[in-house]
């Protein structure tokens, strides 16, 4: 039984129709038959699964129900579940299984979710296609010759797979929202500091968010005010209030949208999407909305931003996997210093090496000022000219990526023509603001389109109602 929003699922749990354990077992089968073809699950957990569901089907036999009781869901492999293994799809934590669990992994596990098993991703969350997993890539469940994005891309196929209602991702340059696009569904990247970040394996900690992955955007609501809120073990999470955000029942009157001119004359945006956008816009202008066009003067910095930024914190989060505490240890090294080397030649992939030297080359004293130190500057300038926009307008909207979900092994060669894949989802998490990809029809190749809004700092009721209305 598939249920696209949480109220119909409690509504036919209410009603007896169903129960979660019935929905746990459910899910774990089609997760196990269909998973050797996709791929898409590093490990099913099938006996906490099981409990979990039977207790939270105790507790609701007593009259206390809960906002995500019955949810299935997988958690990218990034995020720690006290007695799982997590691996972030990386051979260096090889065998290691947490004795703790991440505050996002908690809260759902508390408001009622069933977690179903951890799912493949980019190795370290570094990647746009999923193919920089330790455990292979991962298929799209749309079409199995092209990636499902990346770098939470065996959470989006789970959801569109249809083996589990609802997934938790991270994104730091898109990850949640690109791989939403390219399977079709709902992903969205709360505002930095909305979501505890306390048991999310870093990769770059100023822009890595937890979010969710569903086939609604009131269950991205739900999902997202269940993670939301002060967090005692992350002092970057925000003590501010938590907004109602399910209630996005009727239509927001007007709103006002604004797009870049400079995303549309692209040269890498496909014309079809160029024109699927543009329809969209007509049609929100004819609805009585306000769309309006605005300059991004330095759109092809972004990127490069982005690259330089995250480069430098992965090689100060990445310091700490040296083959000792634990995870994988290289055999037979002699001294301290081989150690460290071989372990971590061996067991970090190429992308996680390639980022760590670049981000150790950005950082070095001599070159601090010419790359990190400039990138921050710009970092802040995009950063103020983006407020400046959301001061002018409710919402930013462009199409999420620049083309549909391409075929794996494509874009393997050059790694610079994988980065330019993140043009459009960089600049939210530049700027820590909230955004969402939401589904925008079908190409001709048949394969899904997504539109992408963001909105101001903290303003997530304002984005999931525009995301519902847009959608419905
Ligand atoms: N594709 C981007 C990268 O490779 C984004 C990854 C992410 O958001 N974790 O860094």
Redesign the pocket.
Known sequence: MTFDRIEDLHRALDSGQTTCAALAEDSLRRAAAENPHLNALAEIFNDSARAHAAAVDERRARGDRRALDGVTLVIKDNMVYAGHAAGASSKILTGFVSPYSATAVQRVLDAGAVIIGRAN??EF????SNE?SAYGPVRNPLDPSRTPG???GGSAAAVAAGWVHAALG???????R?PASFCGIFGA?PTYGRVSRYGLIA??SS??QIGPFARSASDLARITEVLAGADEFDSTCSDRSVPSMTDSGQDPATLRFGYYQEVLDNPALDPELRAAFMAKMDALRTAGHHVEALRFDNLDALVPI??IL?TAEASANLARFDGVRYGYRAEGAKTLEELYRRSRSEGFGT?VQR?ILLGTFVLRSGFFDAYYGKAQKARRAVQDATNADLAKVDLLISPTTPHTAFELGRETSDPTV??L??VF??QA?IAGLPALSLPMGLHSNGLPMGLHLTAKAFDEPTLFRAAEYLSS
């Not at 991270?170 to 949640?176: E, H, L, P």
């Open positions: 991703s980019d969350a570094m990647g746009s920089t990346g770098s939470s991270s994104d730091t340059g898109g990850s949640i690109q990247k990769y770059a822009f890595d982005y690259y995250t992308e980022r994988m980065y894949e993140d989802t960089v998490p």
